[in-house]
């Protein structure tokens, strides 16, 4: 089984990599040749059993997805996204790589051949979906999304069903939770404290927490993450039928819970490493964003998250990220 | 006032060419100029007492959109489509024009200079929606659509919303009911025959029912089309933020209650002009079609149908079409 993966070197992209390694194979199927795009060159990874092609370049140009799909790749992650911030500050950009780009995969795929009908997994995000909402968002509730990140996926989730329905391909795509703990540096993501309040203390640093603690957000680990795009690479798409894009499991969770597993983890002089400083302008995008789904389609296809409760967030980090061991 | 009309030779076109011809005027303004766009030649209306340009062309190429921009038009009609046969036929023309047509409109109103920002008027459909679906669709169902054309349609309301999010322009998309009566000859569309058994009739020709008359669709007259585009290009945009795309109102009825009404109106003899000749392959297309809407949001936001009843719609025909008179 050929795998090829776009975005292959971004946090979820190397996780899922390690995963695929790890495993030699994908369900079934032993895992014999993978490609690996990105804009940057993905690490390659060590002791793999398989060849391995690390492909870098702009993946929204003519001939650039076709030269990628000459091999006829049996599963394709498609995890190659400009992230809503700067989709957000550069126009075009955004429109060029999240929505041409993905066109121009899609459109790829459907003239390589009669025959040719790769399985694709795609992630979106809840950014397709915009405030006001229920308190917790149904699989039946509308997409209108209130950035132009959101619109770009709910647009790429629309053409990888009506590119499955036309038989060009066997598309699933899954809107991802935010991921926590999201691993490396602080960034100026507007969501990063959600992750900075866990993972800066657990390594023995201040973390600066900007809203109240009654902040509800919808979270899964990087773990869980990668588990559903296995699931989707995998799973019958029988069941699945027209409606092709699902919101994934979660946890829902205040800042306030947050704080207390990671009390609960890892003890109240970790958790005092958290600063509040109460920032209007974070606060009030925030304010717009998803708090809680009830994800039932995608638990009934067979999705499952990692964790349990936020606890099993904390440690699953302190597992795959500090070898066992956090600043106490 | 200078309006666009894209779509303008469409059978909604002419309708609504043929109002703000009549009333000189869209809301409180004077119309000073009018362009008509469409990919034949539209009629040119007479006896107008301000200029109309008649533009014709294929208005997906590259510079079409910026030309028929320069003059910057206040309102801009954009109804230009392939229709739902043919784009699921021809699945490049589909995309082409319906998904690259409209994007290069909107980029083109968005590269025309910073203080312009028109009011655009989009008609989407109800082809957006795809079955199952709840007995009455409301105003948060999503949209999940089974066909190129509605999966086209709904990348449009998008992309409108975020254009006008971003403040390129003042977008309001209106999803029509099937339009009933339709005018003109009988079509192969799927759905001609929800006007056909009415309209054939009324001429003195026998027409053919090829479903059962427990089937139930959802429908507005040409007349409330138009009604609502006006009132799509004149409502104060302040209310409706920034969910901009709207499921017009209309009524739902079965079969069995437009014949019903056909007899009230015409006559028991007209409505035994229509032959019941079942067709399995129709009948299978228009079960996987919307029966029924909630469209409360629209009609919070002012938008109302010409019609209380079939029996309206039945005489608004016979009134616009017939002369006020029907073949008995």
């Given at each position: ?59 929204a ?19 190659a996204a400009i992230v809503s911030g700067e989709a957000e500050l550069d126009f075009d950009k955004g429109y060029r790589i999240n929505l041409d780009g993905t066109r ?20 979106s995000s809840i950014a397709v979906f915009g405030a ?11 997409t209108t999304p209130l950035l132009s990140y959101g619109t770009q996926k709910a647009i790429g989730e629309l053409l ?29 993501a507007a ?94 995008i925030?304010?717009g964003w ?39």
């Amino acid at each position: 089984m050929h795998i090829l993966v776009f975005g292959a070197a971004g946090m979820v992209g190397r996780k899922l990599v390690d995963r695929l390694v790890t495993d030699g194979r994908l369900g079934k199927d032993a895992i014999t040749k993978m490609t690996l795009h990105d804009v940057v060159a993905a690490k390659k990874p060590k002791k793999v059993g398989f060849p391995v092609e690390v492909s870098a370049g702009d993946f929204a140009v003519p001939g650039v997805a076709e030269k990628l799909l000459a091999n006829r790749p049996d599963v394709i992650f498609h995890l190659a996204a400009i992230v809503s911030g700067e989709a957000e500050l550069d126009f075009d950009k955004g429109y060029r790589i999240n929505l041409d780009g993905t066109r121009m995969l899609f459109d790829a795929i459907r003239l390589t051949g009669s025959s040719y009908k790769p399985r694709v997994v795609f992630t979106s995000s809840i950014a397709v979906f915009g405030a006001p909402f229920p308190e917790a968002i149904g699989d039946e509730f509308f997409t209108t999304p209130l950035l132009s990140y959101g619109t770009q996926k709910a647009i790429g989730e629309l053409l990888l069903a009506d590119y499955s329905r036309r038989g060009f391909m066997e598309g699933v795509g899954i809107r991802l939770p935010t991921i926590c703990i999201r691993p490396g540096l602080p960034n100026k993501a507007a969501s990063g404290f959600f992750s900075g309040i866990l993972r800066e203390p657990l390594s023995g640093k201040e973390a600066i927490l900007p809203v109240s603690e009654d902040v509800r957000h919808w979270h899964a680990s990087p773990r869980s993450a990668v588990g559903f795009l296995i699931h989707a690479a995998t799973m019958d798409t029988a069941a699945i039928g027209p409606r092709r894009n699902l919101t994934m499991p979660g946890l829902s969770a205040t800042v306030g819970e947050q704080i207390a597993a990671l009390k609960r983890v890892a003890g109240e002089k970790v958790a005092a490493r958290i600063r509040r400083e109460p920032d209007a302008f974070i606060a009030g995008i925030v304010a717009g964003w998803p708090r809680n789904f009830d994800a039932r389609r995608a638990r009934e296809l067979g999705f499952t998250t990692a964790e349990k409760t936020f606890d099993d967030i904390i440690r699953i980090h302190i597992d795959e990220e500090l070898g066992g061991k956090f600043v106490a």
